[in-house]
């Protein structure tokens, strides 16, 4: 069974840098992919990033881009978001997401695992 937990998040003031992580665990050596999305309080979830388990090709929203950072340790089977420069636009719920379909990277519907997520609050 594949457990998918979020960690790192909090409150913090804009301009700040934080990571948050996920850690994979159960039968990961099926994962193609993985990605983080977030759901602000009223609005539907978004994507935020993704990397592939193997190669490490990366996908990355026009609204982070140049901020955020997606990685992967394989060996410890985690997944982390480097956060720079966040923004209150930036408050929201983080889920950690991981699939086995090569396919719709941006696509919440593509993933078939999910984390319980993490909040982040970004004072003004």
């Known amino acids: 069974q594949v457990r998918l937990v979020e960690s790192g998040g909090g409150l913090v003031q804009a301009g700040d840098s934080l990571r948050l992580s996920c850690a994979a665990s159960?039968?990961?050596?099926?994962?193609?992919?993985m990605a983080w999305f977030r759901q602000a309080p009223g609005k539907e979830r978004e994507f935020v990033a993704a990397?592939?388990?193997?190669?490490?090709?990366?996908w990355e929203a026009d609204s982070v881009k140049g901020r955020f950072i997606i990685s992967r340790d394989s060996a410890k089977s985690t997944v982390y978001l480097q956060m720079n420069s966040v923004k209150p636009e930036d408050t929201a719920v983080y889920y950690c997401?991981?699939?086995?379909?090569?396919?719709?990277?941006?696509?919440?519907?593509?993933?078939?695992?999910w984390g319980q997520g993490t909040q982040l609050t970004v004072s003004s």
């Open positions: 997401a991981a699939t086995q379909q090569g396919w719709g990277a941006p696509n919440a519907n593509a993933y078939d695992y």
């Open positions: 159960g039968d990961t050596s099926s994962f193609y992919r």
């Open positions: 990397i592939t388990w193997r190669g490490g090709f990366k």
